[in-house]
C-alpha cells in the first residue's frame, strides 16, 4: 500500500469514528428531550417514549444513581419465657433421676447447677408456673422472676439469672434460682362511684343491657345509644344475671327525675352471674346518656375511671 493510501485511510478511520460519535450524542440528546417532553404529557405517554429509547437511556431512567439497601431487624428476644420454662423443668426435676425429660431439659438449659432433691412423696404437684417479670441488670444479663402455683394453693417465687448472646437469640441460666418475697400489694386510691343508684329507669336499664349481653336474652342493639357497635358475649356464657347494686359517679345518677337529653352518667354495676357450675360475682362499668327520656349505653369500660373526668 502506498504512503498516500496509508494517510488517507489514518485520516478517514477518526473522522468516520467522529461523526458515528457525534451522531450518537445527538440520539441521547433527542431522547433525553423525549423524555423529558413526555413526563409532562403523562405517565402513559412516559412507558412508551421508555420502550422506545435506547436501553442506556431507559437504564439511566429507570434505575436509581444508587441502590437501595435493604434492611432488616431481628427484635430482640425476652428471656422470661425461657426462664419460665426452665423453672417448671427444674421444679419437676429430681436429683435421683437425672435421666428424666424434665432433669435433661432443666440441665440442657442450665448445664452448672444443681438439681432438687425432693423428699419421696413430699413433692406436690405443679399448678402453674408464671413469669412475672424481667429485669435487665446490665447488658447481655436478666433477672426473671417467676411465680409457681402448686396443686395445694402454695406459691413461691423465684429469681432467676438468665444470660443472652449478644444478638439475644440465645439464653443460659447462669445459677441456680432464689426464692424471693412476692410483690407487695400496693396501695389503691379511693373509688370514685360513691353515688348510689336507687331503683328506677337507671338501674333498670343497666340491668336489661346486662341481661342481654350475658345471656342472650333479647338484642343488645336496643340498649346502645347511637353510634355505638357492641355485640353480644357469644356463645352466652350465662343463663340468668342478677344485679345488686349499681353506683354511679355523678350525683344526678341520684336524681328521682330524668336529667335532660345528652347527660352521661358512669356506673358500675354488680352483678351476679348464674350458669350451671354456680353463681359468679361480676362487676362492670358502664358510661350511660340519656336521650329521649330513656338511659341508653354508651360505653362499656373496663378499669376504673380516674377521680374526676371519664378517661
Known amino acids: 500500500m502506498s504512503v498516500g493510501k496509508q494517510a488517507s485511510g489514518s485520516a478517514a478511520a477518526p473522522m468516520a469514528a467522529g461523526v458515528r460519535l457525534e451522531a450518537m450524542r445527538r440520539r441521547v440528546r433527542l431522547s433525553r428531550f423525549a423524555v423529558w417532553t413526555v413526563i409532562a404529557a403523562g405517565p402513559v405517554a412516559l412507558a412508551v417514549t421508555l420502550a422506545s429509547t435506547p436501553t442506556t437511556v431507559a437504564a439511566a431512567v429507570a434505575a436509581p444513581t444508587t441502590p437501595t439497601a435493604l434492611r432488616t431487624a431481628t427484635a430482640a428476644a425476652e428471656p422470661a419465657g425461657y426462664a419460665q420454662l426452665f423453672v417448671g423443668a427444674w421444679l419437676r426435676s429430681n436429683a435421683d433421676d437425672a435421666t ?6 432443666a440441665q440442657s438449659m442450665a448445664p452448672d447447677i444443681d438439681l432438687p432433691d425432693p423428699a419421696p412423696g413430699a413433692q406436690s404437684k405443679l399448678a402453674s408456673v408464671t413469669a412475672m417479670r424481667s429485669a435487665q441488670l446490665r447488658a447481655g444479663t436478666w433477672s426473671v422472676t417467676v411465680v409457681a ?48 343508684v336507687p331503683d328506677g329507669d337507671l338501674s333498670s336499664a343497666v340491668g336489661e343491657f346486662l341481661g342481654a349481653y350475658l345471656t342472650g336474652s333479647g338484642e343488645v342493639s336496643r340498649y346502645l345509644a347511637p353510634g355505638v357497635a357492641l355485640a353480644a358475649v357469644s356463645p352466652a356464657p350465662y343463663t340468668a344475671v342478677v344485679v345488686e347494686q349499681v353506683v354511679a359517679v355523678e350525683q344526678a345518677a341520684a336524681s328521682e327525675q330524668m336529667p335532660d337529653d345528652g347527660t352521661r352518667i358512669r356506673i358500675a354495676a354488680r352483678v351476679k352471674a348464674q350458669d350451671a357450675a354456680g353463681r359468679w360475682p361480676l362487676t362492670y362499668e358502664l358510661v350511660m346518656r340519656t336521650r329521649s327520656d330513656r338511659w341508653e349505653v354508651a360505653a362499656l369500660e373496663s378499669g376504673t375511671v380516674r377521680e374526676g373526668g371519664a378517661r
Not at 428424666?100 to 431439659?105: D, F, G, K, N
Open 100 to 105: 428424666s425429660a424434665q432433669a435433661r431439659l
Open 149 to 196: 402455683q402448686s396443686a395445694d394453693g402454695a406459691v413461691r417465687y423465684y429469681a432467676v439469672p438468665v444470660t443472652a448472646n449478644r444478638s439475644s437469640t440465645e439464653f443460659v441460666v447462669t445459677g441456680t434460682p432464689a426464692v424471693v418475697a412476692g410483690p407487695v400489694r400496693a396501695s389503691v386510691a379511693a373509688s370514685p362511684y360513691r353515688v348510689t
